[in-house]
């Protein structure tokens, strides 16, 4: 069985004033609807809820629209009502609309010596998310059916059960968008593996896969600390190597085929060793988590108490120089993408903290001085749950865009 947890996640910016919304009015009638469903259902995605009358003030729609859309999404098992948690004194209160926690992605991380599974609620909760340990690298196959035997008796603390609107898969690899292949993860000894089928074959349920850095950027933008931040850089360190992920605009960067953001292939030092990957001196192969740990003495890299212990002379010798690569690899983001804030995650955040003014002055010596004059360097404030939250966001994306679809 899932280990349970809860973390209530803070949700997606409201829209900006000037985002497009449609009029409940017009020729495609059920288009609209849609759309407008959605809207309403992006707003309380993730939150602990919104009035009726801050959705009509936010959206510009009237009253009586809103009310009408709560009503349906209601009625499709999506929101619930609840009553104000704080009186207004002002007049008839109006209720608040949550997202239905019941409502459910279950989500995967394969990982080099186990599969992480999920399941998180449309209301942002991470319900519950277990590690299943393997002796080796899993396969596609033995992935899959690890998450199948995790759907067995998924229930509600009442017991009521959960409705599971898909499957999200964060892969540390490249994954192709349209069909969910993972056609290379390295790590994982995965050549053309159609994960997205076989996780559908195993489960029954739509199951959408992508890249477990560009998931984790898109995660900590809606969700962390990128909340707000429209253009923004991800760069995740974990055991397996270095990953990364750009948001611009708002949007996910995904390139032509959703290979885009392989930021730990990024060339630092032209001398260094050759990378699994065949290039010469990647930002993965100069830093290193298992470096950096044997480096330190420790075990736990993102134990709150590393970035306050002493360094002696060697460690801090290993420390500059994992910042000196890392600097670099900011800078060419710096200078190409123009971020206005650059999040780094996983031991990627340790490093940041044991010395986050050297880093600053590395980046800021180093890039263009227009690009970099705004740009804030910070650490991921999601933690393990990252990959977790931005794998389920695949099959909330999906849901958002077309609510009717759970009914189907």
Partial sequence: MLRGVTEALPGPSAPSPGAPLRSPLGSNLDGVRQHNLGTVLRLVHGTPGRSRSELTRVTGLSRSTIGALVSELSALGLVKEEEPREPTGVGRPSPIVVANPDVVVVTVNPEIDGVVVGVVGLDGTVHRRARHTTDAPPTAPEAARI???????????????????????AVPGSVRVADGVVRMAPHLEWVDEPFAALLEEATGLKALVANDASLGANAEHLFGAGRGIDDLVYFNGGAGGIGGGVITHGRPLAGSSGYAGELGHMLVNSAGDRCHCGAVGCLETEVSQARLRDALGVDDLEAASVDAEPLDAASRREVERQLGYLAIAIRNAVNVLNPRRVVLGGFLGALLGLDPA???????????????????????????????????????????????????
Avoid: K, N, Y
């Fill in 147 to 169: 998450v199948a035997d995790q759907l067995e008796g998924l229930a509600t603390p009442s017991g009521t059960g959960l409705r599971v609107a898909g499957v999200g898969a």
């Fill in 358 to 408: 050297l880093l600053d002055a590395e980046v800021r010596a180093q890039s263009l001085a227009a690009s970099a004059e705004q740009v804030e360097v910070v650490r991921a404030e999601l933690g393990a749950a990252v990959l977790t939250v931005g794998a389920a966001e695949l099959a909330f994306t999906r849901l958002i865009a077309d609510p009717i679809a759970l009914q189907r």
